[in-house]
């Protein structure tokens, strides 16, 4: 047993917007047919639907809801042969095979009335309290679309009217302003309404003939079959948007409006008077309020990364009531394998960002804040990759708590931070830490020594000795290179936990944690022999390097890292002072 279907419209074309969300409702439940309807507490209207549903039976469909659903509530009709409130309602006579009906009915912010959406069956049966509840989220995705639809409504209103009134201002200047006789078919315009699309006073002639030949093609039965209408009496008055095409060739969108201000002893049309204006502007920003709410439809199913739905029950079970295709570029896993089993995600994310992730949501779920945070996951062949989740919750009845959100892939935004960090924090020639990056490790290093009076810390100050002999000497490429050899044999002698620097010119600095003034001489030490034995090779020629060293440790009481950085600076001096190639203490 089949409900009747048509192919026709019950109200023209159809409301894309809400197509995507009634079909995927009709899967989800398994129903016959899914059937929207909107309008005040008292009167329905058709709006949209999915699967068989006779589009004639629809067509002036404008009954009170069914007896007994409430506001915020939901009406299950397990048979409604055997309820005898819809025997006579306008929606069991409309559609005679109907035997199961459910009804919820969607609430604007404001708790005013929107519509209701309906599922509809030709067999008897129930709905579990999971598919009740699913409805009702439904029933909140739609009434979302509604509001918005409502909104850009009256904004598109607002802009009509506002164009009215311009026109209207303009009508006495005589401006934009035309003048038909029906029975002749001459049409006169205004100067004005030449100049709107580019023609003089004399290059536009006065026949309804020659004026079609400017109207678009496209728009042309349109246009003649509105005027048609208004002048058989159908409406009271002519207004169409169409194109006109203009002196260059391009087309303009125009809002024409008119009226019969004469007809003869037998209601036949003589004179049609009207003005046209330009709404290029308006019908680009209408077309762009298209397009946002067709997005809101992408956003549901075809957004790049991965829109979900997450919920969480008062015992800490998960699932995932809803997982876009996209899952399988973020995860690697269909839909139906989420669905499944939530837990599978333990898996593929990075085990060093486990905790932190499920941690994030915990603390969603408890405090009801946005869910935001970035975590690694491992995919097969892909190593380890960057996501980015983002979701709101929300409480519901039994104490579970439900997100919506979505998922990004922001590897390659992780890469180039990683790529900037590097660029501001390291040396380009020597691949050392940069003097600013530096002394905020020197800072880190100093605030371990005040916190604790057991940890000792050291820094060492290194200069090239006579570097600027071998710049005028040999030029500033191999000073250079002379300065990428120091570097290299001071990072072979570095400990994990320290730390090195290039702090300008020919000068270094090395901060040695938990290390006293004893052990940064003998690193010292290292330094200047593996400097001594590695002399620095130029074609066939070795340049021998030496370094002079200042040392000096950090103090508790020291009230920055310059302090320190000073007297390693002053020891430094000292070395330098007492003929170079020397270590000195502070």
Not at 532 to 557: M, R
Not at 558 to 584: C, F, H, P, T, V
């Amino acid at each position: 047993m089949q409900l009747p279907s048509s192919s026709k419209s019950p109200e023209g074309p159809r409301d894309e917007r809400f197509d995507g969300l009634i079909r995927m409702a009709r899967r989800q439940f398994g129903v016959l047919a899914v059937l929207l309807t909107s309008g005040d507490q008292d009167r329905q209207r058709f709006r949209a639907s999915a699967g068989p549903i006779a589009g004639d039976a629809l067509q002036d469909l404008h009954c009170p809801p069914p007896a007994g659903i409430q506001a915020d509530a939901l009406l299950l009709v397990a048979d409604t042969s055997r309820d005898e409130h819809l025997r006579n309602h306008p929606l069991t006579k409309a559609l005679p095979e109907l035997r199961f009906l459910a009804a919820c009915s969607l609430r604007a912010p404001d708790g005013g009335p929107l519509g209701l959406l309906y599922l509809l069956h030709d067999q008897p049966r129930e709905l579990d309290a999971e598919q009740q509840q699913g409805l009702r989220e439904f029933a909140e995705l739609v009434a979302a679309l509604l509001v918005r639809e409502e909104a850009d409504r009256r904004e598109l209103e607002c802009l009509r009217e506002s164009e009215r009134r311009m026109a209207l201002a303009i009508a006495g200047s005589g401006t934009g302003i035309w003048d038909r006789n029906a029975l002749t078919g001459e049409i006169h315009y205004s100067s004005g309404w030449k100049a709107l699309l580019g023609y003089t006073s004399d290059e536009v002639g006065n026949r309804i003939e020659e004026s079609y030949t400017r109207v678009h093609p496209g728009d042309l039965a349109y246009v003649q079959a509105s005027i048609q209408a208004h002048f058989d009496g159908r409406t009271e008055a002519y207004e169409v948007e169409h194109r006109l095409r203009c002196r260059d060739g391009s087309y303009k969108w125009v809002c024409s409006r008119g009226k019969v201000v004469e007809r003869d002893a037998a209601g036949k049309p003589v004179r049609m008077v009207g003005t046209t204006s330009d709404v290029t502007a308006m019908r680009a920003l209408s077309e762009k309020m298209q397009q946002t709410a067709a997005l809101m439809t992408d956003l549901t199913n075809e957004i790049p990364g991965m829109v979900f739905q997450y919920r969480r029950q008062v015992d800490g079970q998960s699932s995932f009531s809803y997982v876009s295709i996209g899952v399988r570029d973020i995860y690697g896993l269909t839909p139906e394998q989420l669905v499944q089993d939530a837990d599978v995600l333990h898996l593929i994310i990075h085990p060093d960002d486990l905790a932190a992730y499920l941690g994030s949501l915990e603390a969603s779920a408890r405090d009801l804040k946005p869910w935001h945070q970035e975590y690694r996951v491992l995919l097969p062949g892909g190593g380890a990759t960057w996501r980015q989740g983002d979701a709101r919750p929300r409480p519901l009845a039994d104490g579970s708590v439900l997100w919506h959100g979505f998922i990004t892939d922001i590897t390659e935004r992780k890469l180039i931070e990683a790529e900037l960090q590097v660029f501001a924090t390291t040396d380009s020639l020597t691949q050392l830490s940069n003097r600013r990056h530096f002394m905020q490790q020197l800072e880190s290093e100093l605030a371990r020594v005040q916190r604790s009076v057991d940890y000792r810390a050291v820094i060492l100050m290194f200069d090239l000795d006579h570097f600027k002999a071998i710049n005028d000497r040999w030029g500033h490429s191999v000073g250079d290179l002379a300065l990428r050899h120091f570097s290299a044999i001071l990072c072979t002698q570095l400990r994990r936990t320290d730390a090195a620097g290039r702090m300008g010119g020919e000068e270094f600095a090395v901060v040695l944690s938990n290390a006293s003034v004893d052990e940064a001489m003998i690193f010292a030490q290292r330094v200047q022999s593996e400097l001594a034995s590695a002399p620095l090779a130029h074609g066939d020629e070795h340049l021998a390097l030496a370094v002079s060293v200042g040392i000096a440790s950090l103090h508790p009481t020291d009230a920055s890292a310059e302090a320190g950085l000073s007297r390693s600076d002053m020891a430094l001096y000292s070395a330098k002072r007492a003929g170079r190639n020397r270590i000195e203490c502070h």
